[in-house]
Every structure is written in C-alpha cells, then in structure tokens.
C-alpha cells in the first residue's frame, strides 16, 4: 500500500475520497489491508498472547412465568 497525499476543502470532501479510494480496491485488496492493521494491532497488544482473548460471561436468568 503506497501512501497518497491530497488536499481537501472540507471534511465531507475528504471522506468521500476516502469512501471511493476504498470502494475501487479489489476485494483481496481490502483484506490484504485488513490483514495488515490486524497484524500490527496484534504486535501492539500482549505480546505473550498470539491469539485473540476469548471473553465470555454467564449470566443467571430469572425463571420464566
């Protein structure tokens, strides 16, 4: 991914480039992208941990009536 530098006038501007530069990648594209930021949220967080944390709760429901 090569980065692209652009001005904009307002916000809105800026984020419907964003929309359309993302709209016209390929869909192996977008994932190659999804890897990539996973990746290096992976490497920022506990790095003992290789996997994803399971985080799970029971929770006791009251009787039915």
């Known amino acids: 991914m090569k980065p692209v530098v652009a001005k904009f006038r ?4 800026a984020d419907a480039a964003t929309r359309e530069y993302y709209r016209r990648l390929f869909p192996e ?8 930021l996973r990746a290096m949220a992976q490497k920022e967080s506990d790095v003992l941990s290789g996997r994803l944390a399971r985080v799970y ?3 006791a429901a009251s009787p039915r009536r």
């Open 10 to 13: 307002t916000f809105e501007e």
């Open 29 to 36: 594209e977008r994932l190659e992208i999804l890897f990539q």
């Open 57 to 59: 709760r029971i929770v």
